[in-house]
Each structure stands twice: as structure tokens, then as C-alpha cells.
């Protein structure tokens, strides 16, 4: 079974939305932090908003690791609507839900969600983020849409928790579900 990894930046207030907004810092821990993310997924799952706005900014991009890593991966993405051709992406028309359990059931390695604030809380409720890699920045937003607003009660394990020199937190959060 595949992982779905969801790879969030937040403010200490949990807002998600805009992270340009409350991070002017960063780091070389940082960078290894989003290399290691990254280096395991063969997918990537992203909401509309979020396709669109990255589809105009990433094909020519050079900030690395992310720039390749993001242009070379098929993209499914949750949608209404028809998008346009190219970038690797294919329409997820519909409930996500189902898709996401057929896409972990077959083969190849994590499934990234990155920005997507809806979706992840869509798959959070449905049980299907298997690791939650936070990044928290030393800001508060103040406003702006929150990760976690919505989404039911769920018990979490910290797996880890890293501050680095720029005194964001890394934290990784994974599930507690029952053993069978």
C-alpha cells in the first residue's frame, strides 16, 4: 500500500493559505527537510487553485529541489472542470476520495499532497493521509485560510520534530489507527 504524504507550510496560527506572506526566512535544513519529502513520491496530488496558480510558476522556475520534482511527476488533480493540456496533469473529476484509495492501492512510491488546503482536509477526514510533514514558521498570520478548520477530531503520533536555525519547527504527524 502507498502513502499519502501531505507536505504543508504554516503559520503559527495554522494558517496554510498565501505562505509567502508570514515565511521571509529559510534554510539548509529547510531544503534537506523538503529534499527528503520529496525524494520518496512518484505522484503528487493537487487541488485546482493550487495547479493553476503553481502551472504558471514552476515550468520555469529554478528553485531546486522543487522545481524539478514537481515539472518531471504526474499530477492528479481534484477538479470540476477540464484543464488545460500539459504539465502532466490529469483531472480528478468528482469526489477525490475514491481515487485516492485506488491511486495508494496500486503501485509506485508516496503519493505527495502539497498546498491544497480543501484536499488535504478532504483526505484528512477520510482517513487517508498517512503522514502529515508540517513545516511552521516563528510568524502569525493573523488571517487567512487554516489547515486544520473542519476537519474531524483526529488523534495524531509526532514521529519528529526538528527547529532549525531559522527557528521554523518541522514536525511529522502520523495517524493513530487501530492495529488489526
Known sequence: MRRVIAYELLSLDGVAESPDQFIDTWDDVLDANLAEVISTQTDVLLGRRSHDEWAHYWPTSDVE?????????????????????????????????????????????DIGVHASISLVQ???????????????????????????????????????????????????????????
Open 122 to 180: 478532504t483526505l484528512l477526514a477520510a482517513d487517508l493521509v498517512d503522514e502529515l510533514r508540517l513545516v511552521v514558521a516563528p510568524a502569525v498570520a493573523g488571517s487567512g485560510r487554516r489547515l486544520l478548520d473542519g476537519v474531524p477530531a483526529t488523534r495524531l503520533e509526532l514521529a519528529r520534530s526538528v527547529t532549525t536555525p531559522t527557528g521554523h519547527l518541522l514536525l511529522t504527524y502520523r495517524p493513530r489507527r487501530p492495529v488489526d
Open 65 to 109: 529541489p522543487f522545481a524539478t520534482f514537481i515539472n518531471a511527476l504526474p499530477k492528479h488533480v481534484a477538479t470540476s472542470s477540464p484543464l488545460p493540456g500539459g504539465w502532466r496533469a490529469t483531472a480528478v473529476e468528482g469526489d477525490p476520495v475514491p481515487y485516492v484509495r485506488a491511486l495508494r492501492a496500486g503501485d509506485g512510491g
